[in-house]
T-cell receptor, first 117, second 117 residues
Framework: DTGVSQDPRHKITKRGQNVTFRCDPI?????LYWYRQTLGQGPEFLTY????????KSRLLSDRFSAERPKGSFSTLEIQRTEQGDSAMYLC???????????????FGSGTRLTVV | AQTVTQSQPEMSVQEAETVTLSCTYD???????LFWYKQPPSRQMILVIR??????QNATENRFSVNFQKAAKSFSLKISDSQLGDAAMYFC??????????????FGQGTILTVHP
């Protein structure tokens, strides 16, 4: 397994367009997380999945944002009608959670940098 | 809600010297995890060290160690024998061990570490 993969690495889009990002977690990990990071700041939580179920969404996740994780494998994050304020790095991470499992924190992907012009 | 505060936006250290990065957090939970992550420029977030709140012993990973003061809600990172490759943004992060928002990481604002040769 090569870790958490995110695609694309960079995306430039015009304001008002829709964009979709993909994340492939470590295959045996049951949890997948999305974070947003603006320049010079710490990542902010957006949402997370346990298998295919979306368990929590941040208030940062407006109705223009939607995330899915069909079949509990890869996940997509879609932003509709992008705004300049959506420009950020979108990070995906995965972890293996459950009783008896030792938590070593997340494994992060390299992120997708979105620029809205 | 939990909060994490890193009061040092930037720190610098001479190669081979020791530096300490500060972190405080606020929570009403008794069982939780604390982490330090390293994010080199344009590269993915990497776990440096992890501490379980129920353990009194401070975690150590090679040149990295923490000073965990649970009553004071303080979690500092000490880097000994600093190397040029340690230069990065360092994030302190918190997560509950159970209950609400189990699994979600809350990050501090980050500290940029510069290592001088």
């Amino acid at each position: 397994d090569t870790g958490v993969s995110q695609d694309p690495r960079h995306k430039i889009t015009k304001r008002g367009q829709n964009v979709t990002f993909r994340c492939d977690p470590i295959s045996e990990h049951n949890r997948l997380y999305w974070y947003r990071q603006t320049l010079g700041q710490g990542p902010e939580f957006l949402t997370y999945f346990q298998n295919e179920a979306q368990l929590e969404k941040s208030r940062l996740l407006s109705d223009r944002f939607s995330a899915e994780r069909p079949k509990g494998s890869f996940s997509t994050l879609e932003i509709q009608r992008t705004e300049q304020g959506d420009s950020a790095m979108y990070l995906c991470a995965s972890s293996l959670e459950g009783r008896g499992r030792t938590n070593y924190g997340y494994t992060f992907g390299s992120g997708t940098r979105l620029t809205v012009v | 809600a939990q909060t994490v505060t890193q009061s040092q936006p930037e720190m610098s250290v001479q190669e081979a010297e020791t530096v300490t990065l500060s972190c405080t957090y606020d929570t009403s939970e008794s069982d939780y995890y604390l982490f330090w992550y390293k994010q080199p420029p344009s590269r993915q977030m990497i776990l440096v060290i992890r501490q379980e709140a129920y353990k009194q012993q401070n975690a150590t990973e090679n040149r990295f160690s923490v000073n965990f003061q649970k009553a004071a809600k303080s979690f500092s990172l000490k880097i000994s024998d600093s190397q040029l490759g340690d230069a990065a943004m360092y994030f302190c992060a918190y997560r509950n061990a159970g209950g609400t928002s189990y699994g979600k990481l809350t990050f501090g604002q980050g500290t940029i570490l510069t290592v001088h040769p």
